[in-house]
């Protein structure tokens, strides 16, 4: 099976797809198309958006902006550009992204080591990467998004269109839980479920087994992030 008609059978044969990657482990076509589709979207929107509506959407909403007397207010305003948004932004996709896949592939390791899993790193690696590529289907509604745009003066939210922020909540930009909500979206309850799915083809555990594993630090960087995002 080559990958991607083991893509295509993460959609309807996942269990098939996770046996043909426990027997012959490899991660570079869902880790590119994550990482080189999510890096185009981002320089798409950031070359297009009406930058100055944009920083005014953004600081306009952070309190701790608005407490700032205006001379500083002004500064900060000033050095936030499109520049900096774009550079920083594809910056944190190519670093951040395999960074947060490694990290979770050694809690795997970590996890199938104690155990008693018989699996290395590069297994869980591959897991981590397959099971991501829901993450495609925010890209491709934030394509359509871009392309449908009536003006330049897109939201950030465009880039997940997906998000339980964007389908119902609407929590303004700048605020302290809205990246919370924009994260909490359909792509990530589908890698989370297609996780379990992986963890028990290659284990051979038990569903109560897989779920945990699979949801562990998924239920604990949430919980971590309300509690700041609420506080």
Same mark, same amino acid.
């Not at 050095?79 to 996709?93: A, E, I």
């Not at 038990?206 to 509690?227: K, Q, R």
């Given at each position: 099976?080559?990958?991607? +008609? ?15 990657? =426990?027997? =012959?482990?490899?991660?570079? #076509? ?12 981002? $320089? !798409? /929107? /950031? +070359? ?25 207010? @002004?500064? $900060?305003?000033?050095?936030?550009? =499109? ?5 920083? +932004? ?14 979770? *592939? ?12 018989? #699996? ?9 990467? !397959? ?17 449908? =745009? ?17 389908? !119902? %909540? ?24 297609? *996780? ?17 594993? @699979?949801? %562990?630090?998924?239920?604990?960087? /949430?919980?971590? !992030? *309300?509690?700041? *995002?609420?506080?």
């Amino acid at each position: 099976m080559n990958d991607l +008609s083991v893509a295509a059978s993460l959609a309807t044969a996942p269990v098939s797809a996770f046996t043909e990657l =426990r027997e =012959r482990p490899r991660f570079l #076509l869902p880790l590119f198309a994550v990482v080189l589709s999510s890096v185009i979207v981002i $320089a !798409w /929107y /950031y +070359s297009v958006v009406d930058i100055d509506w944009l920083k005014e959407l953004i600081f306009s909403n952070n309190p701790d902006v608005q407490k700032l007397p205006p001379d500083q207010r @002004a500064a $900060a305003m000033n050095f936030v550009g =499109r520049n900096t948004m774009l550079f920083g +932004s594809v910056f944190g996709v190519l670093v951040g992204v395999p960074f947060v896949y490694v990290l979770t *592939a050694l809690y795997y390791l970590v996890a199938a080591k104690i155990t008693k899993v018989p #699996l290395g790193f590069k297994h869980w690696f591959t897991l981590v990467c !397959w099971v991501s590529l829901p993450g495609l289907l925010s890209t491709v509604a934030a394509v359509i998004a871009l392309l449908l =745009r009536d003006n330049n003066q897109i939201a950030p939210g465009v880039l997940q269109p997906l998000s339980l922020n964007e389908l !119902w %909540l609407h929590v303004p930009m700048g605020t302290k839980s809205q990246p919370f909500f924009e994260a909490l979206n359909i792509p990530a309850i589908l890698s989370c479920v297609l *996780a379990i799915i992986g963890v028990r083809t290659w284990t051979q555990r038990s569903w109560l087994y897989s779920s945990t594993v @699979a949801l %562990l630090p998924v239920v604990l960087l /949430y919980g971590i !992030w *309300a509690f700041f *995002a609420f506080r």
